[in-house]
């Protein structure tokens, strides 16, 4: 296999999976927010909520607040997806040439590089989490000490997917590399 082959075959299978990952990312943590939202709603207002008034205004709330975020999620998730596939898929690409080009021990490919792509998802989705936060934040300043934390929620989500998919791309290199697949 080329050097410019694999490269390619890694970059375009990172870049649409970053995007896949982001778009996840986003409904999950978007599905956590709207679970912390009822449950803090029924211990607010307890068997109140349950009205007809108040389930029907409780309902509408949940539903604009999901499309809000759906919308405005969507406008930064994506080009992060992007970025993080990019870039990670630069940097797999130039670990997999570098280190395990032949490849000689599939298992500890497979290995490193969930790990180390897995902890880059982490770290630069996080980074972005926190970005997007302080351009959109009062003065550029983080507002409450929490907001650091709560990014790792979406962070450690984009890790563990981009483990997983790197061990997918991993796998693909490893046919490739034994010659049962081509391109």
Request: charged share 5%; no cysteine.
């Given at each position: 296999m080329s050097t410019l082959n694999l490269f390619w075959n890694i970059l375009w299978r990172a870049t649409v999976c970053?995007?896949?990952?982001?778009?996840?990312?986003?409904?999950?943590?978007?599905?956590?927010?709207?679970?912390?939202?009822?449950?803090?709603?029924?211990?607010?207002?307890g068997t109140e909520l349950f009205s007809p008034g108040n389930a029907l205004a409780a309902l509408g709330g949940i539903f604009i607040l999901w499309l809000i975020g759906a919308v405005a999620g969507g406008l930064f998730s994506i080009p992060a997806g992007i970025f993080v596939g990019v870039t990670g898929g630069i940097l797999m690409s130039i670990l997999t040439r570098i280190f395990f080009y032949p490849l000689k021990n599939a298992r500890?490919?497979?290995?490193?590089?969930?790990?180390?792509?897995?902890?880059?998802?982490?770290v630069v989705s996080w980074f972005c989490f926190m970005a997007v936060y302080l351009l959109f934040a009062r003065d550029n300043t983080i507002q409450s000490p929490l907001v650091p934390w709560l990014a790792l929620i979406p962070a450690l989500i984009a890790g563990a997917l981009g483990y997983f998919v790197s061990g997918w791309i991993a796998r693909w290199y490893e046919r490739s590399a034994?010659?049962?697949?081509?391109g």
């Open positions: 970053g995007i896949a990952i982001a778009l996840t990312v986003q409904a999950i943590f978007g599905a956590l927010l709207a679970v912390f939202g009822v449950a803090a709603a029924m211990a607010n207002r500890r490919y497979r290995v490193t590089i969930g790990i180390l792509m897995g902890v880059y998802a982490l034994n010659g049962l697949q081509s």
